[in-house]
């Protein structure tokens, strides 16, 4: 396993303002993830976070609501772009190992858009 | 698309008794992993345990195990002794590849 950090862990936003979550690993990981997840609702894939070059991103979200960065194996962004209320969500990130099958999970960021 | 379906938005148990979580999927894929996450109040997902689709024997984890049916495509959660902290949002997921799909998830409540 790991241990998967994320900034902040909470924080409400003004509509219209762009807000950026940080995930840092304690160590190399193949993948990273960004999941969302909507007040009562299960988790939903955003993107890929593929190293030095740009996230692959699911049917629905696209890079310039969602950008994300990942300069190395460690460390990895989200950015939420011209928040609205309907961005009030959770988000995670995830990681896979070079070797083993589980996907782990950081603490999340639980945002609020007023 | 795999698609992954939890039949049982809510359950409850009593603290000690035993319960049974229900989870279903449909892939065309013969290698594929499956997982149950428990997510807490807290809302740090947590992994529960996890089966391989090769393997024949179901995975267990001290009071966890799973029965898995690769033909029925059913993959439950048995959980022994519930205990208080038990008491969590569990979502079943399925990956094959890389990225996971996961089930609309069941509330548990364990009672004292």
């Known amino acids: 396993s790991a241990v998967i950090s994320q900034k902040p862990s909470r924080d409400i936003c003004q509509r219209g303002t762009s807000l950026t979550i940080q995930c840092q690993v304690d160590?190399?990981?193949?993948?990273m993830f960004w999941y969302r997840q909507q007040p009562g609702q299960s988790l939903t894939l955003i993107a890929t976070?593929?190293?030095?070059?740009?996230?692959?991103?699911e049917s629905g979200f696209v890079i310039d609501k969602f950008p994300i960065s990942r300069p190395n194996l460690t460390f990895s962004t989200l950015t939420v772009s011209n928040m609205s209320p309907e961005d009030s969500s959770i988000y995670l990130c995830?990681?896979?190992?070079?070797?083993?099958?589980?996907?782990?999970f950081g603490e999340g960021s639980w945002l609020t858009v007023v | 698309a795999q698609t992954v379906t939890q039949s049982q938005p809510e359950m409850s148990v009593q603290e000690a008794e035993t319960v049974t979580l229900s989870c279903t999927y449909d892939?065309?894929?013969?290698?594929?992993?499956l997982f149950w996450y428990k997510q807490p109040p807290s809302r740090q997902m947590i992994l529960v345990i996890r089966?391989?689709?090769?393997?024949?024997q179901n995975a267990t984890e001290n009071r966890f195990s799973v029965n898995f049916q690769k033909a029925a495509k059913s993959f439950s959660l048995k959980i022994s002794d519930s205990q208080l902290g038990d008491t969590a949002m569990y979502f079943c997921?399925?990956?094959?590849?890389?990225?996971?799909?996961f089930g609309e998830g069941t509330q548990l409540t364990v009672n004292p």
């Open positions: 995830s990681v896979g190992f070079f070797s083993g099958n589980t996907i782990y």
């Open positions: 160590s190399q990981v193949t993948m």
């Open positions: 976070a593929n190293q030095g070059s740009e996230a692959t991103y």
């Open positions: 892939t065309s894929e013969n290698n594929y992993y």
């Open positions: 089966q391989e689709a090769y393997k024949q």
């Open positions: 997921a399925f990956r094959s590849g890389s990225r996971l799909t």
